[in-house]
T-cell receptor, first 114, second 108 residues
């Protein structure tokens, strides 16, 4: 089955630690995206990548970093500089970074930092 | 990308049609209108998208006003599984900004 996988589903970390969230897709999509969702809110764009070895900041990139070394993988690191890291993190992909393609979302990772 | 305005919540009865409105008065000529829905604790699911003409697929229909300043997502027969938050998004570049959406409640 083609799709997007995110792991783990739940993640707990102590304050001050960096943590990396995994996102893998086997849809052969060029574009990948990371979003953050807080309770009762919509999604906010953190980073996106339209092609391997290239990525751009979204609206709330501070305190996050990404890499895109392989087409199928787009890991997100939540650094200790992120002031409020506890949130639901969603990864998505699309055929290309064009407005006429839909995005496919993973199941999300719920990160709790205490 | 231009902003959208949606009602915070709507209710529907099961097996009745539902019309979810979205206003986007500042839409540009190259913006596509996308609709996604999200069930609790899940990632959003693509529903439908269009540019100028009305669109139909197996999930829903999208009616776009002639001036493109508003659109309506139509669920022809609501089921309990359609209860979700529905997001209307404009995108001219591929990356998307999600607002708070409309929370649809379906009553049996």
């Amino acid at each position: 089955d083609g799709g997007i996988t995110q792991s783990p589903k739940y993640l707990f970390r102590k304050e001050g630690q960096n943590v990396t969230l995994s996102c893998e897709q086997n849809l052969n999509h060029d574009a990948m995206y990371w979003y953050r969702q807080d309770p009762g809110q919509g999604l906010r764009l953190i980073y996106y990548s339209q092609i391997v070895n290239d990525f751009q900041k979204g609206d709330i990139a501070e305190g996050y970093s990404v890499s895109r070394e392989k087409k199928e993988s787009f890991p997100l690191t939540v650094t200790s500089a992120q002031k409020n890291p506890t949130a639901f993190y969603l990864c998505a992909s699309s055929s290309a970074g064009q407005p006429y393609y839909e995005q496919y979302f993973g199941p999300g990772t719920r990160l709790t930092v205490t | 990308d231009a902003k959208t305005t949606q009602p915070n919540s709507m209710e529907s009865n099961e097996e009745e049609p539902v019309h979810l409105p979205c206003n986007h008065s500042t839409i540009s000529g190259t913006d596509y209108i996308h609709w996604y829905r999200q069930l609790p604790s899940q990632g959003p699911e693509y529903v439908i998208h269009g540019l100028t003409s009305n669109v139909n697929n197996r999930m829903a229909s999208l009616a776009i006003a002639e001036d493109r300043k508003s659109s309506t997502l139509i669920l022809h027969r609501a089921t309990l599984r359609d209860a979700a938050v529905y997001y209307c998004i404009l995108t001219g570049s591929g990356d998307m900004r999600f607002g708070a959406g409309t929370r649809l409640t379906v009553k049996p």
